[in-house]
């Protein structure tokens, strides 16, 4: 028997939280696009996506899915339930992120940026899981962008800043990806571009070069800057135009590159002239020899930078200023074209003054030129000095005021530091040199001019004034311990004579005494036989001296003077010799006499041809020619590079030059000049015939002048001059030590004298091999172009290698001095 019964068991779940399964895909990754590529130009979006597995044992349950990532992250993160559980315990959640490209370009290349999002899954009864996915964003690299001011602009001589002509420009960059650091640089775009014409025929290789290397980037800007000196060749509204491309770099690849455009702009450049002054004496009879129809005037030749054909004309002409018609002299006259280079007019260099008739007269001459481009004119001129001659002391002291007397029987003193010009003037004419005084005496009270019968002596002790004053008077000359007796007093009838005449030209009473004729006193005050004239060439004067002047009145009484002036001059007042101080201020052309005279330029480049006599010649500063000519002379180069100039030479000459602050003697009286003492001296300029000339062991600059001439530099860099006439067959210049490398130069410029700019010097200059370790120096003036000049030898170099060694060349190229190597 059975029976049954139902026993109903209930199981009651509890909910089981769902699982997610460790096969789930928890990470992905984008990489921005790179630049211009299809998805960044398309703006294509980056996405990335991934699913999770997920298992729940209550099979029943749904479920729902969320995700949370920290605040500021990129994109968005989308998860969803792809596949239910319910059923079979297995369900799947898929995940999807999405990114802007514009979102991701502030990374730089490589660099990385990480973003975790908790998902998080719940079941219907409130039970969840969670799972990170980790999201890697990558950066690529974004090119920055440059933004710069595009034109630059500069105009001659406009804005100039020490010296250049400046612009600038804002430049400014952005880059999206911001830690990147970046470097702007510049090139040139293209070469500069001349409207005039090619840039090579007006500057060198060097000069073009440096007219572009002026452009900087520097912060926020770039800057532009030019030598103002360097454009000056531009005419108005020319142009020099050229590029640089500015660039910046990330330093990944990527950049970004700006053109800016330069503009230079020219501006008419007035002519270039200097104002001059001429010496010359104003006695007539010294014109000859030499310049019987005038002197030639010193006037400069005007240059103009911009290439322009410049025409001169006189505003006035003053009477004296003569040009040579090809015929005759005939006289300048107010608007007379004097130099027109494009209608073959120079007539500058055949301008001649002809002093007026009166001997003695001191007038001042100005020649009014105006030189003018077509646009602008600069005026100048030639100031005009005529000299008389030497009336004037080269220096004077006075004892005494003329306020009270000089009569107390004892002495009145006066001392002066002598200067070296006047050491110079005295030693140069001992013989000739005189010293003139002047006083008052006479018998109180004072007239002035002294009167008639006060003015000459009748006997021995008279009671006059002549009298009186040849007894009483006694002036000296002191010189260190040595007195010198310039005019003695008479204390005997023996010894009375008259010595004091009256000068009518200042209403004094004088005594001109020369150095030979002026005695030294012994111990006892007695004369002796030496006079000054031999004591100075015993014992030269020096610059700096002290001489002492004294004024002795043996007696008290009415008879009296109140004043005595010393004058000293370098010779008889009555030579027809001259003294000048050039200006300062301008270039002096100055001429001599064929007396002594004394000429001294100012402190530019001057020229001194002081002709005949014993002259004493100072260049002052600037870089001067010196002239002594004939005659026993002192010459003093000064400061610069000075030229001893011994072109007057009647026959060849030997010289060789000696540098030195001190004085050297050349005797070249058999060249029918004189002795010649010298100092500071730093070049020599020949002679017309065959001279043998040497240098020194400094620089020296030697002139060979006409002839065949034989020359040695010595030591220092020398500059060896070839003159123009050397062009003649049989007339060639020996150089005898040429060495490039101690920095010698042969100086061709007065063969080739305008050559075009950037032209071959070898095709003007060539050096040919004449066996023997010689050498020839050859010149075509015409650089071959089958105009006929053809190869001329100008100078034989001894010992000189054609294979090892090169010459250094000085040619005017464009109107500027250049040296060229052959």
Not at 86 to 91: C, E, I, R, S, Y
Not at 369 to 376: N, Q, R
Not at 380 to 388: C, D, F, G, Q
Request: proline share 4%; hydrophobic share 35%.
């Amino acid at each position: 028997a059975t029976d049954t019964q139902t026993v109903t068991i209930t199981i009651n779940g509890t909910n089981d939280a769902p699982v997610i399964e460790a096969t789930s895909v928890v990470s992905g990754s984008v990489t921005e696009w790179a630049d211009l590529s299809a998805g960044e130009v398309a703006n294509t979006p980056h996405t990335t996506s991934g699913t999770l597995a997920f298992a729940d044992v209550d099979d029943l349950d749904s479920h729902t899915v969320s995700a949370t990532g920290a605040p500021g992250y990129l994109g968005s993160f989308v998860p969803t339930i792809a596949d239910a559980a319910t059923g079979d315990n297995a369900g799947t959640i898929a995940w999807t992120f999405s990114v802007g490209d514009a979102a991701l370009d502030f990374l730089a290349a490589g660099e990385t940026r990480t973003q975790t999002y908790t998902v998080t899954l719940t079941d219907n009864n409130g039970s969840s899981t969670v799972q990170t996915v980790t999201i890697t964003l990558t950066g690529t690299n974004d090119a920055p962008v440059l933004t710069v001011d595009s034109a630059g602009s500069v105009t001659e001589d406009v804005g100039v800043v020490a010296g250049n002509l400046v612009d600038s420009g804002s430049l400014s960059h952005t880059d999206v990806d911001i830690i990147d650091s970046h470097s702007v640089t510049s090139t040139l775009a293209n070469p500069p571009v001349w409207s005039g014409g090619n840039l090579s025929t007006v500057l060198s290789a060097s000069q073009i070069a440096e007219l572009t290397s002026g452009f900087t980037i520097a912060g926020s800007n770039w800057n532009f800057g030019v030598p103002n000196a360097l454009v000056q060749f531009l005419d108005t509204g020319e142009t020099i135009t050229f590029a640089y491309d500015v660039t910046v770099n990330d330093g990944h690849g990527g950049t970004d590159t700006e053109t800016v455009a330069i503009t230079i702009t020219g501006a008419n450049d007035a002519p270039v002239v200097a104002s001059t002054c001429v010496w010359l004496p104003s006695d007539p009879t010294q014109q000859s020899p030499g310049f019987t129809n005038g002197y030639p005037l010193h006037v400069s030749v005007p240059t103009d930078v911009d290439g322009e054909n410049v025409i001169v004309s006189a505003t006035n002409a003053p009477s004296g200023v003569l040009y040579y018609n090809g015929i005759t002299y005939v006289p300048v006259t107010n608007g007379t074209v004097l130099y027109d280079p494009a209608a073959g007019i120079n007539l500058l260099d055949d301008l001649v003054y002809t002093p007026t008739s009166t001997v003695n007269d001191t007038p001042s001459s100005t020649l009014n030129l105006k030189a003018t481009d077509g646009t602008a004119t600069t005026a100048y001129s030639v100031t005009i000095n005529e000299v008389a001659p030497n009336r004037l002391p080269a220096t004077s002291a006075t004892v005494g005021d003329g306020s009270s007397s000089l009569n107390s029987g004892g002495d009145f003193s006066k001392s002066f530091s002598i200067t070296q010009g006047f050491v110079d003037g005295i030693n140069s004419n001992l013989t000739g040199a005189t010293i003139k005084v002047l006083t008052d005496f006479q018998k109180a009270p004072f007239d002035l001019p002294v009167p008639v019968d006060e003015r000459n002596p009748t006997i021995f002790n008279a009671d006059n004034a002549g009298s009186q004053r040849e007894g009483e008077l006694q002036v000296e000359l002191w010189i260190g311990s040595n007195k010198f007796a310039i005019v003695e007093d008479d204390l005997t009838a023996a010894t009375f004579e008259q010595s004091w005449f009256y000068d009518a030209s200042s209403g004094y009473m004088a005594a001109t005494v020369n150095y030979s004729n002026i005695f030294l006193l012994n111990g006892a005050g007695v004369a002796t036989a030496t006079t000054l004239a031999q004591f100075l060439a015993s014992n030269p004067a020096v610059a700096g001296d002290t001489w002492i002047l004294n004024y002795r009145d043996n007696d008290g009484g009415s008879y009296q003077g109140r004043f005595a002036k010393f004058e000293f001059y370098y010779s008889d007042p009555g030579d027809p010799g001259i003294v000048v101080v050039g200006d300062d201020t301008k270039s002096n052309l100055i001429y001599g006499t064929s007396g002594g005279d004394n000429l001294t330029g100012g402190a530019l480049d001057d020229s001194i041809i002081a002709r005949g006599g014993n002259d004493v010649l100072n260049g002052a500063g600037g870089n001067d020619t010196l002239s002594g000519g004939a005659g026993n002379d002192v010459i003093d180069g000064g400061t610069g590079i000075d030229l001893l100039d011994i072109s007057d030479a009647s026959s060849g000459v030997t010289f060789t030059l000696v540098q030195s602050t001190t004085n050297t003697s050349a005797d070249l009286s058999v060249a029918g000049l004189g002795i010649e003492t010298y100092r500071n001296i730093e070049g020599i300029i020949g002679s017309d015939h065959d001279d043998i000339l040497g240098g020194s062991g400094f620089a020296d600059q030697i002139y060979g002048g006409a002839g065949s001439d034989r020359m040695t530099g010595g030591g220092g860099a020398d500059t060896f001059v070839i003159a123009d006439n050397e062009l003649q067959l049989g007339i060639d210049d020996v150089i005898t030590d040429y060495d490039a490398a101690q920095g010698d130069v042969v100086d061709l410029t007065a063969l080739l004298s305008d050559l075009p700019k950037g032209i071959a010097l070898e095709d003007y200059v060539r050096v040919q091999d004449a066996g023997g370790n010689n050498a020839t120096l050859q010149v075509d003036t015409d650089g071959g172009t089958g105009n006929g000049a053809g190869w001329q030898t100008v100078a034989v170099l001894e010992n000189f290698s054609v294979s090892d060694d090169v010459v250094k060349i000085l040619f005017n190229e464009n109107g500027t001095k250049t040296t060229g190597e052959v």
